[in-house]
């Protein structure tokens, strides 16, 4: 468990100033990585995407580590060459300090283009964390349907219209796919519950091996919700079980929060306006099925984790 | 018969993939990356055993694609080591957009490519279509004529890239050079090292205590200024490639310029080629000046930065001059090599050659001497105005009906 008031010492490396929307959760979840890190050197890679167009607009930074952006599909492969580059000269005695890496992807660069090249750096074992701050969508282009969207959301490439209802599929399940990758530690996080994902950061960046955190994370304008609603809508996530707070550690999975009641899924969908077709009566079979696929994974979870489960 | 040019050299037989293997286990890079492919594999293959067995202190990164490969490789470069891969054909394909990254970027990654056609369909033997797909990438592009120039070419790309901060890549023809064995001379290890010298790049992520954004956004207020600089650095790279072969003659007594002229001075008919077959019209050019005709051969050696006033400095005096391009453009005009050319004359204000454009051996299709001396026959006529130069692309050794 993290400690607020040993946090609150920790350097703020996410500077302001920076142009991501009001209310957008990628910076929450950029700025609570650093303060995670503490007084740990890092080196930041990033997909191309909202967080990095809007923190490094040249000749301004945001940064104030080290940071790199090469292209879309190819964040885990360039911290790969990175960490790589690290060991050699470390071995060689070109560098003495103690580094961590760390990239961030949307996750249309993490579940659909650059799930090659996530997977790969996963299986080599590079010592680093991939975080996927994941809004569901493209959004950086103008909100467009990923691997991620969610089963009924409207987007600009899945659009609500007279016979289609939005995305048809279900979304990827990419935590799991990142579990069969067999490595340290993995872990579903969400904005809005900032001891959980600090505590998820550190246990990450503590491992000898890849970690890898899918944390959702809200988007406002993609969404389609009030500014002030980011921590909400997150929280509600969790608590209608659209979402679980979850790690796996070694292969031992765990429930991090356990929702004291647990919500419909209607209470997240509602208020947000990519879902707001599916209210429309003639819609509320969606809305069931959305329903009976939450509760199935939900108990899938429960289970795997009842009796500390391995993968 | 090659000699010994270098007192410590040694002669040894080696294919052309092994002995840019051997010239990458001196120079040896902090990182290696790569993915393999025919004819380019036996590199890195070598490579990765020179690692497994503590030859070398490289990391070596087994990517999942080149894509990955080059996307590593640029990222141990911008992290301040000194990075290389190799590949050919689909694989320098599939890095097209992390190409422009390095060079956008000012990273001095040295790449060896062994030159293969591009899909499809589907082709594993020699021609230079790939390398011609990226001639507009920013890097800088060294091509070879045998395994010997092939191992002189990769010790200084190494300190090429570097001083030019850019990209560097050397080729090989595929099969032609990089599984054919010859007797090259080496330079013992402690030399090499010598002549390359350390690596200590100015600026890389790893410098925890001068963090710095790579990458960025950049809007209409600076990208045109970045992109001109890279057009300059590629300008200036072509007496940086000049000092370093300068340096390496000094040292290991091989001569190395942008082009090699063969027989050029005096001749009124000439080839011009990039690559092995420069070899091949070598010997068709002796025969051919024991005939009494005046034959010469431009081979181009650094095809990017293109030595554009060199070369029509070069040609300006001969009648006729054939350029035999081992790649076709499919503009439906004429193919890279003479199009770069034909435009180098005109813009130095050089009328005199008649310039026709012959596309040969793709997907590995022969090209012999008899094929060469076909060449400079036509050459003769259109020199001596019993033939009509041709304004189109013409075709060698192909089934054209
Ligand atoms: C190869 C390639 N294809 C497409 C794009 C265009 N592109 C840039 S960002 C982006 C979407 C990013 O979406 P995501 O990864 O979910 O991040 P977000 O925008 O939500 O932050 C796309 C499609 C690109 N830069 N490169
Ligand atoms: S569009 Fe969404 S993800 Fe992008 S900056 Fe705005 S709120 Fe953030």
């Not at chain 1, 609150?8 to 490396?13: G, L, M």
């Not at chain 2, 027989?263 to 001749?267: I, K, N, V």
């Not at chain 2, 790649?327 to 004429?334: E, K, N, P, V």
């Given at each position: 468990m993290a400690n607020l008031k040993e946090l609150?010492?920790?350097?703020?490396?996410l500077t302001g100033g920076?142009?991501?929307?009001?209310?957008?959760?990628a910076g929450i979840v950029a700025r609570q990585t650093l303060i995670a890190a503490g007084s740990t050197p890092v080196v930041i890679t990033n997909a191309t995407g909202c967080l990095e167009v809007s923190t490094t607009v040249f000749p301004y930074t945001a940064w104030k580590d080290s940071f790199f952006h090469s292209a879309f599909e190819n964040s885990a492969a360039t911290c790969s060459g990175i960490e790589t580059a690290y060991r050699s000269l470390k071995a060689q005695g070109k560098i003495k300090d103690d580094i961590r890496f760390i990239t961030f992807g949307g996750d249309g660069g993490t579940y659909d283009i650059g799930l090659q090249s996530l997977s790969g750096a996963m299986e080599r074992g590079h010592r680093m964390l991939y975080i996927c701050y994941n809004?569901?969508?493209?959004?950086?282009?103008?909100?467009q349907r990923s691997g991620a969207t969610p089963k009924g959301a409207h987007t600009t490439t899945a659009p609500a219209g007279k016979v289609r209802q939005g995305k048809e599929q279900n979304k990827k399940d990419l935590t799991q796919i990142m579990i069969a990758h067999d490595i340290p530690y993995v872990a579903q996080a969400y904005v809005g519950n900032w001891n959980d994902f600090i505590t998820k950061v550190q246990k990450a960046l503590a491992v000898d091996g890849p970690s890898f955190i899918n944390i959702l994370t809200p988007c406002r304008l993609g969404?389609?919700?009030?500014?002030?609603?980011t921590m909400l809508i997150s929280r509600l996530a969790v608590e209608t079980c659209v979402w679980p707070s979850f790690e796996v550690e070694n292969g031992v999975y765990k429930i991090n929060v356990i929702p004291k009641e647990k919500k419909p899924v209607i209470e997240f969908l509602k208020?947000?306006?990519?879902?707001?077709?599916?209210?429309?009566s003639d819609n509320a079979h969606i809305l069931e099925t959305i329903q009976k696929g939450v509760d199935e994974k939900w108990d899938l979870l429960q289970r795997r984790s009842a009796v500390g489960c391995r993968a | 018969m090659i000699k010994t040019v270098y007192s410590k050299g040694k002669l040894v037989a080696k294919t052309g993939n092994e002995v840019v293997a051997e010239a990458m286990r001196q120079i040896e890079p902090d990182v290696v990356a790569a993915y393999p492919i025919t004819p380019a594999t036996e590199i890195v293959q070598i490579f990765s055993q020179f690692v497994a067995d503590g030859i070398v202190k490289s990391e070596y990164v087994a990517v999942e694609s080149e894509h990955s490969a080059m996307s590593a490789t640029i990222g141990a470069s911008a992290a301040g080591a000194r990075a290389m891969t190799g590949t050919s054909s689909q694989g320098l394909s599939l890095m097209w957009e992390m190409l422009y990254i390095a060079s956008g970027l000012r990273l001095p990654i040295v790449m060896a490519e062994v030159n293969r056609a591009i899909s499809a369909p589907i082709n594993i033997h020699g021609d230079q279509s790939d390398t011609m797909g990226a001639r507009d990438a920013g890097w800088i592009q060294i091509y070879s004529e045998n395994s010997q120039e092939a191992y002189d070419n990769m010790i200084q790309a190494t300190r090429i890239a570097e001083k030019a901060k850019l990209p560097t890549l050397v080729t090989t023809d595929g099969?032609?050079?990089?599984?054919c064995m010859e007797v090259v001379e080496t330079y013992p290890d402690a030399d090499v090292k010598a002549f390359i010298g350390k690596y200590e790049p100015?600026?890389?992520?790893?410098d925890i205590k001068k963090p710095y954004t790579l990458g960025s956004i950049d809007l209409q207020d600076y990208y045109f200024e970045h992109r001109y600089q890279l057009a300059q650095a590629m300008r200036n790279a072509k007496n940086i490639v000049l000092d370093v072969a300068k340096d390496f003659e000094k040292t290991f007594g091989r001569k190395y310029d942008l082009c090699e002229k063969y027989?050029?001075?005096?001749?009124e008919i000439a080839i011009a080629v990039i690559g092995s077959t420069a070899g091949t019209a070598k010997v068709v050019v002796n025969e051919l000046r024991e005939k009494g005709i005046k034959a010469g051969l431009l081979k181009i050696r650094?095809?990017?930065?293109?030595?554009a006033e060199e070369i029509a400095k070069d040609l300006a005096h001969v009648k006729a001059v054939a350029v035999m391009d081992r790649?076709?453009?499919?503009?439906?005009?004429?193919a890279p090599v003479y199009s770069d050319i034909v435009a180098s004359l005109y813009a130095s204000g050089v009328t005199n050659p008649k310039v026709v454009n012959y596309v040969y051996?793709?997907?590995?299709?022969e090209i012999n001497t008899g094929h060469i001396i076909g060449i400079y026959e036509m050459l003769c006529k259109i020199a001596s105005g019993t033939e009509k130069s041709s304004n189109k692309v013409e075709y060698i050794n192909v089934r054209i009906k």
């Open positions: 609150s010492k920790n350097p703020e490396r920076h142009r991501l929307c009001a209310g957008c959760g809004n569901e969508a493209y959004m950086n282009t103008g909100i969404w389609a919700y009030k500014p002030e609603d208020l947000q306006g990519r879902f707001k077709h599916l209210f429309r | 099969f032609i050079i990089s599984h100015e600026r890389y992520l790893l027989m050029l001075d005096d001749a650094v095809y990017r930065p293109f030595p790649a076709d453009s499919c503009s439906g005009a004429f051996g793709l997907g590995g299709r």
